[in-house]
């Protein structure tokens, strides 16, 4: 799964690299981990999501 974010960022870094101009590097690096940090987020709920609420389902139905 990380093979396939690394795939798509890589032509990303490779664009920014070739221009050369440090302008705005930062904003990039940062929004970048932000898209990164969304994934994965994403990820956990998809994965996670019908655990916790089963786990839910299973205190109200004990209460």
Known sequence: MWRQV???L???FAY???RG???GQGLVEY???LVLVVLV???VVVFLGPWV???Y???VNAL
């Open 6 to 8: 690394e795939v798509w």
């Open 57 to 59: 389902s299973n205190i």
């Open 10 to 12: 890589n032509p990303i």
């Open 21 to 23: 101009s440090p302008r």
């Open 41 to 43: 987020v994403l990820i």
């Open 53 to 55: 609420g089963n786990v």
């Open 16 to 18: 920014l690299n070739e």
């Open 31 to 33: 929004a970048l981990i």
